[in-house]
Antibody
Framework: EEHLVESGGGLVKPGGSLRLSCAAS????????MNWVRQAPGKGLEWVGQ??????????DYAAPVKGRFTISRDDSKNTLYLQMNSLKTEDTAVYYC????WGPGTLVTVSS | QAVVTQEPSLTVPPGGTVTLTCGSSTGAVTSGHYPYWFQQKPGQAPRTLIY???NKHSWTPARFSGSLLGANAALTLSGAQPEDEADYYC?????????FGGGTKLTVL
């Protein structure tokens, strides 16, 4: 059974950093493009970024609001996806999900002083 | 950046049929946009109903179907049930990005 579990969320001050992880199981992780999506409280879904498979170049793309601050990476040997978030802003407060066609439960990131 | 549009809200009677649409500011939506449809109920994580225009997951009720309709991607619900009341989001793929629509709040009433 396919499974995604995000971790690493928490409370961080503006300007701070946080690294999220997403542990995948039950499918061929290395063969799948992975995405990060977020949802601010009471708001809709927002695409954060994606990372290609190594076969497809392993490069990542980002949404404009996070470009230059967030970095997506993957460790196929650990079936794990990462989201490094730097220079965090209050507007980055959201539940963060890693997704393929499957969704994890999400992890809450709160940016507040 | 492209803008993806969805109806903000729709109402369907129990047992009725409703079509939700997903449009792109760049022109007609095609299979090359790999449209996905997600359902989200209050307090829950979203789940994927439809991927790549019309493919269903094992958990997708048969009453949901995805298609291209005119210039849009479409999600059709035939035989609405009370448990289908939820927010529905589409996402489209563009070169080097993906964009969500604003979501449709579906009421079964």
């Amino acid at each position: 059974e396919e499974h995604l579990v995000e971790s690493g969320g928490g409370l961080v001050k503006p300007g701070g950093s946080l690294r999220l992880s997403c542990a995948a199981s039950g499918f061929a992780f290395s063969n799948v493009w992975m995405n990060w999506v977020r949802q601010a409280p009471g708001k809709g879904l927002e695409w954060v970024g994606q990372i290609r498979t190594k076969t497809d170049g392993g490069t990542a793309d980002y949404a404009a609001p996070v470009k230059g601050r967030f970095t997506i990476s993957r460790d196929d040997s650990k079936n794990t996806l990462y989201l490094q978030m730097n220079s965090l802003k209050t507007e980055d407060t959201a539940v963060y999900y890693c997704i393929t066609t499957y969704w994890g439960p999400g992890t809450l990131v709160t940016v507040s002083s | 950046q492209a803008v993806v549009t969805q109806e903000p809200s729709l109402t369907v009677p129990p047992g009725g049929t409703v079509t939700l649409t997903c449009g792109s500011s760049t022109g007609a939506v095609t299979s090359g946009h790999y449209p996905y449809w997600f359902q989200q109920k209050p307090g829950q994580a979203p789940r994927t109903l439809i991927y790549d225009t019309s493919n269903k997951h094992s958990w997708t009720p048969a009453r949901f179907s995805g298609s291209l309709l005119g210039a849009n991607a479409a999600l059709t619900l035939s035989g609405a049930q009370p448990e289908d009341e939820a927010d529905y989001y589409c996402i489209l793929a563009y070169p080097n990005s993906r964009v969500f629509g604003g979501g449709t709040k579906l009421t079964v009433l």
